[in-house]
């Protein structure tokens, strides 16, 4: 089996929440279908979304993918 | 703590006494030899298990929000399929012990007691990396 890479994938959820209009986690949650654990749980780093929910986020801010998730390696 | 993380640790911690119990009343030589007296004495644990889990689950899901009892999103199935994947291993290992290997040498009561431990202990793992997958984080 292939040994996962070393790195991990670091996002800026909380701060565009903040700069749109402190958008709380339970409102992204909803507009994403998620709940608002797994939001806070892909904050804190703690899941990393699949490609289409991580797609859904940046469209929620209006932003490019890359600029709401990063590779950190 | 996410409803669902909740509800495992309810089921995880009912299991493990209920079965600690059932298996600790197996030992000591309190269940007879019989299918029925095996049968009879794992279906009170097990019915007495449900009930308190049942009881718990209506409890949790009084207490917590609707948005956390929602449907269960992508992070929760994945953990799920995490946890189901990995009692089904424990499960497929105590088949080939139970269906295999113990008929060939081990009276019956054993066979039906190692196949209700392989099915405990397979979820009690699918329990046990539920809860740390939550806890822990997840990255599928």
Not at chain 2, 17 to 33: C, K, N, T
């Amino acid at each position: 089996m292939a040994k996962p890479l070393p790195g991990r994938v670091v996002n800026q959820i909380r701060l565009l929440r903040f700069m749109a209009s402190e958008m709380t986690q339970a409102e992204l949650g909803e507009r994403i279908g998620m709940t608002r654990q797994t939001v806070a749980a892909i904050e804190a780093g703690k899941y990393s979304p699949t490609l289409e929910a991580a797609f859904r986020i940046a469209q929620v801010f209006g932003k490019p993918l890359d600029e709401v998730f990063q590779w950190e390696g | 703590m996410a409803y669902r993380e909740k509800t495992a640790w309810l089921t995880l911690v009912c299991m493990i006494v209920a079965y600690v119990i059932y298996f600790s009343l197996v030992l000591s030589g309190q269940v007879g030899p019989r299918l029925l007296d095996i049968v009879w004495t794992f279906g009170i644990v097990a019915s007495i298990q449900a009930v308190v889990v049942i009881i718990g689950h209506v409890v949790l899901a009084a207490r917590s929000d609707a948005d956390e009892r929602a449907r269960p999103d992508e992070r929760d199935r994945a953990i799920a399929r995490r946890g189901g994947s990995a009692g089904y291993y424990v499960l497929l290992v105590g088949t080939i012990v139970v269906g295999v290997v113990m008929p060939f040498s081990d009276p019956a009561p054993k066979i039906v007691n190692t196949a209700l431990l392989a099915i405990v202990l397979a979820e009690t793992l699918r329990h046990v990396l539920i809860v740390t997958s939550y806890r822990r984080g997840w990255h599928g």
